[in-house]
């Protein structure tokens, strides 16, 4: 009987082993699968110039290799947008320089941007991107007619009666503003063939990435620093606070115009003031949904301030309720409106000085300039933009804190160059 049974004992034996194997090496293939299951699936980088015989492409993957690289990953490629349709223009164009027998324009302008972006750019040209921005450190004297009476059209234009930042600009001279306001300001300047922008400074070429562009850190290259820390107030509020530690999950490249919480949970830049989500469409102008004009030493609101609203309130409700968003306006634009009398208080601080002759007819020469300057377009306007952007921080410590303060050395100067004129 047991010398039966051996053999049967033994292939038991080995078929529980076979078994017991199978199991512990399809428990570890799972294992291994879920441990790797939010890894990044790597794909060879997409060039759809890979394959090209055009002169523009063949030369400059020779001299200028990274620029293809960058063009042959992007849509526009991927299009068979050719750059000769961007670059290439006839003799005599504005701008234009002869090259290898052609002439092109080394930095395509808004206007051959316009052959395929008509209402980007018709929207573009009607916000504060375009010729305000330029404007703000520039002036208007060096607009042609043309532009000038385009930039007198602008809403966002209307505002002209400040002219500190030109002063400014002035004070620092031309070699230290090529680093300092035109880097962000040149957004709007006007290009030779009298068309307006820089497309480039918020769409980087030449890949021309959707999610680059709706990406907060582009923005960040202008809207950061004491005058307008729109950045840093992101960063530490719930919407920042939600990109940083969950963003990476996003749909970043979804299809222009169907956006949803789906793709985006929680508002970025692009999400609040420039893509389609909600009941809201796309814009290119920047202050489309916005209701006052916080920019100003003494906010006042938008001509179109109750539509702008609506069109933000839809984007608000995909995610908040009705009352909360109600409060929140109410709230806001009480905030708003004390930073207003604040400021007002300091013009009214300031006025004996100014009716009797006391300040200086140039801008920026005494200490009480400064001041003066800072207290609304440094701490007024970073109170105003934390309060609206929900950033607790700027809205007190580097924003009304700050007035506060202001106001305080002003009424000290002021009071000293009264006494001063008084002994004399």
């Given at each position: 009987?047991?010398?039966?049974?051996?053999?049967?004992?033994?292939?038991?034996?080995?078929?529980?082993?076979?078994?017991?194997?199978?199991?512990?090496?399809?428990?570890?293939?799972?294992?291994?699968?879920?441990?790797?299951?939010g890894?990044p699936?790597?794909?060879?980088?997409?060039?759809?110039?890979?394959?090209?015989?055009?002169?523009?492409?063949?030369?400059?993957?020779?001299?200028?290799?990274?620029?293809?690289?960058?063009?042959?990953a992007?849509?526009?490629?991927?299009?068979?947008?050719?750059?000769?349709?961007?670059h290439?223009?006839?003799?005599?164009?504005?701008?234009?320089v002869?090259?290898?027998?052609?002439?092109?324009?080394?930095?395509?302008?808004?206007?051959?941007?316009?052959?395929c972006h008509?209402?980007?750019?018709?929207?573009?040209?009607?916000?504060?991107?375009?010729?305000?921005?330029?404007?703000?450190?520039?002036?208007?004297?060096?607009?042609?007619p043309?532009l000038?009476?385009?930039?007198?059209?602008?809403?966002?234009?209307?505002?002209?009666?400040?002219?500190?930042?030109?002063?400014?600009?002035?004070?620092?001279?031309?070699?230290?503003?090529?680093?300092?306001?035109?880097?962000?300001?040149?957004?709007?300047?006007?290009?030779?063939?009298?068309?307006?922008?820089?497309?480039?400074?918020?769409?980087?070429?030449?890949?021309?990435?959707?999610?680059q562009?709706?990406?907060?850190?582009?923005?960040?290259?202008?809207?950061?620093?004491?005058?307008?820390?729109?950045?840093?107030?992101?960063?530490?509020?719930?919407?920042?606070?939600?990109?940083?530690?969950?963003?990476?999950?996003?749909?970043?490249?979804?299809?222009?115009?169907?956006l949803?919480?789906?793709d985006?949970?929680?508002?970025?830049?692009?999400?609040c003031?420039?893509?389609?989500f909600?009941?809201?469409?796309?814009?290119?102008?920047?202050?489309?949904?916005?209701?006052?004009?916080l920019?100003?030493?003494?906010?006042?609101?938008?001509p179109?301030?109750?539509?702008?609203?609506i069109?933000?309130?839809?984007?608000?409700?995909?995610?908040?309720?009705?009352?909360?968003?109600?409060?929140f306006?109410?709230?806001?634009d009480?905030?708003?409106?004390?930073?207003?009398?604040?400021?007002?208080?300091?013009?009214?601080?300031?006025?004996?000085?100014e009716?009797?002759?006391?300040l200086?007819?140039?801008?920026?020469?005494?200490?009480?300039?400064?001041?003066?300057?800072?207290l609304?377009?440094?701490?007024?306007?970073?109170?105003?933009?934390?309060?609206?952007?929900?950033?607790?921080?700027?809205?007190?410590?580097h924003?009304?804190?700050?007035?506060?303060?202001?106001?305080?050395e002003?009424?000290?100067?002021?009071?000293?160059?009264?006494?001063?004129?008084?002994?004399?």
């Open positions: 009987m047991s010398e039966s049974t051996g053999p049967l004992r033994s292939g038991r034996l080995l078929i529980l082993g076979l078994l017991i194997v199978i199991i512990v090496l399809g428990a570890a293939l799972i294992i291994v699968a879920i441990g790797g299951a890894e699936v790597h794909t060879d980088d997409v060039d759809a110039l890979a394959n090209s015989n055009d002169e523009c492409v063949v030369c400059h993957r020779r001299t200028t290799p990274g620029i293809i690289k960058q063009y042959g992007s849509t526009m490629a991927m299009a068979n947008v050719s750059c000769r349709q961007c290439e223009v006839n003799e005599g164009y504005p701008g234009s002869e090259h290898e027998g052609s002439f092109v324009l080394a930095t395509p302008t808004t206007a051959m941007c316009e052959k008509a209402t980007e750019v018709a929207q573009y040209n009607q916000s504060r991107h375009g010729l305000p921005a330029y404007v703000a450190y520039a002036g208007t004297e060096d607009l042609s043309e000038l009476a385009m930039y007198e059209a602008i809403p966002e234009g209307g505002f002209a009666k400040d002219k500190s930042r030109n002063a400014i600009a002035e004070l620092e001279g031309p070699d230290m503003r090529k680093f300092t306001c035109e880097g962000c300001h040149n957004v709007g300047l006007p290009a030779a063939d009298q068309s307006v922008g820089q497309c480039q400074k918020c769409h980087l070429r030449h890949e021309f990435s959707q999610e562009a709706r990406k907060p850190e582009t923005c960040n290259h202008c809207h950061i620093g004491p005058d307008h820390p729109q950045w840093e107030i992101y960063q530490e509020s719930p919407h920042g606070i939600a990109y940083m530690t969950m963003g990476h999950n996003w749909n970043w490249t979804a299809e222009t115009g169907t949803s919480v789906e985006f949970p929680a508002p970025t830049c692009s999400i003031h420039l893509s389609g909600g009941s809201t469409g796309t814009t290119h102008d920047v202050g489309d949904r916005l209701t006052w004009y920019f100003k030493p003494i906010s006042d609101r938008r179109s301030w109750q539509d702008n609203m069109r933000m309130q839809g984007v608000c409700m995909e995610c908040h309720n009705q009352n909360f968003i109600e409060q306006y109410t709230n806001a009480k905030a708003t409106e004390r930073v207003n009398e604040w400021v007002v208080e300091s013009n009214e601080i300031i006025k004996p000085l009716e009797q002759g006391l200086t007819p140039e801008q920026f020469d005494e200490t009480i300039d400064f001041t003066f300057f800072n609304w377009h440094h701490w007024g306007r970073t109170a105003k933009f934390g309060v609206w952007m929900q950033g607790p921080d700027y809205s007190q410590w924003g009304a804190y700050e007035v506060l303060h202001d106001l305080a002003l009424r000290e100067m002021v009071a000293e160059k009264l006494e001063q004129a008084a002994g004399e």
